[in-house]
């Protein structure tokens, strides 16, 4: 249940509002997301939650977007698995500005020339050692972006002092956890140019897309830097 319908149903039930005053209360509130889905058609994306409700939907539509991945049902730690076997983490990050503690309806940014190649947060709970390849996922108002990674070109451990030539820097994640951080979301769309699947992207699209054939599309683009993939700094 999205936010603003379970706070309809709190006002029925609890307000003490007459019949007329509460469909007069909901048509304002029913405007509101006819505002807000106009401006940004990804708004109830947005308000779905955060943390695991969140990344478990989109998760989900990531998956059902692609015709070669299932999601992994063995309880280990990844989230999906190719066709072929390779282990696939999911992470997806929310465009948004602002304060944490303001209305998410007034944080949402839209894709702009700006946009596009700087927002805020990171990806969460980053495991180089536990999957073959990432996908991340970022949600605009009126967007999605997906770029697929290969794990090995993370440093393995997190902390500036780990730092790998070459690789991307995780930053630390939980106290004395050698093998899972952050990745700042600017590591990646600096590197876009390597990781951004071609052609736009909707997770609406089901078994739209190949993970098999974007997959050889970013190992072509990473074979320009060699054998060991050693990526340009930021």
């Not at 780990?162 to 050698?178: D, T």
């Not at 979301?185 to 897309?209: C, D, M, T, W």
Request: overall charge neutral; aromatic content about 10%; charged content about 30%.
């Amino acid at each position: 249940m999205d936010p603003i319908t379970f706070l309809l149903q709190e006002v029925k039930n609890s307000s003490g509002m007459s019949e007329g005053d509460f469909a007069s209360f909901k048509e304002v509130i029913d405007s509101h997301r006819e505002r807000m889905l106009s401006a940004f058609p990804n708004y109830d994306l947005f308000t779905t939650g955060t943390g695991q409700s969140y990344g478990l939907k989109i998760e989900k539509r990531v998956i059902d977007s692609f015709r070669d991945i299932s999601k992994n049902t063995n309880g280990s730690d990844h989230d999906a698995k190719s066709d072929s076997g390779e282990k696939i983490e999911i992470k997806s990050i929310k465009a948004i500005k602002g304060e944490s503690t303001d209305y998410i309806g007034a944080r949402i940014v839209n894709l702009t020339p700006d946009t596009k190649l700087r927002i805020g947060g990171s990806f969460q709970q980053v495991k180089p050692t536990e999957c073959e390849w990432f996908i991340f996922h970022i949600l605009y108002g009126d967007a999605e972006r997906l770029f697929l990674v290969p794990s090995k070109v993370f440093s393995t451990t997190p902390k500036k002092e780990n730092r790998e030539p070459g690789r991307i820097l995780l930053s630390g994640q939980h106290r004395g956890h050698k093998t899972e951080g952050q990745a700042n979301v600017g590591q990646i769309l600096s590197r876009a140019s390597y990781f951004e699947i071609p052609g736009e992207y909707s997770s609406a699209k089901h078994n739209a897309y190949s993970f098999t054939e974007l997959k050889k599309v970013i190992e072509k683009r990473l074979d320009a830097l060699g054998p060991d993939w050693i990526l340009p700094g930021d």
